[in-house]
């Protein structure tokens, strides 16, 4: 959907909005986003953004900065240790 390199949050959130538009109502209902890494058919590597929908179907893909695969892997970091932590202090309660 978009041939640019998404550099930062605000563009990030302006092609979400789009896609949006374009999908026909929110894409974060019964969908998926995933920032992924990988080989190009032309031999470069690069990151990207991919939203897919319940049936893992392709919605739309765009290229990302490294900077903000960076920010993801980060963000991804942190959701997983907090939700870890906050089960681990639940657990102890349920017993």
């Keep these: 959907m978009n041939a640019k390199v998404i550099e930062n949050h605000d563009e990030l959130m302006y092609w979400m909005n ?16 995933h920032f992924v ?13 991919e939203i897919t929908n319940d049936q893992e179907e392709l919605i739309a893909r ?6 903000l695969m960076n920010f993801a892997n980060k963000m ?7 939700g870890a932590q906050s089960l681990k202090g639940n657990t102890t309660r349920l017993h």
């Design 76 to 82: 991804q970091s942190v959701v997983s240790n907090q």
């Design 62 to 67: 765009s290229p990302v900065s490294l900077e």
């Design 18 to 33: 789009l896609v949006e538009k374009e999908y026909g109502h929110s894409i974060l209902i019964n969908t998926s986003i």
């Design 37 to 49: 890494s990988g080989t190009y058919e032309d031999g470069t590597t690069g990151h990207a953004i």
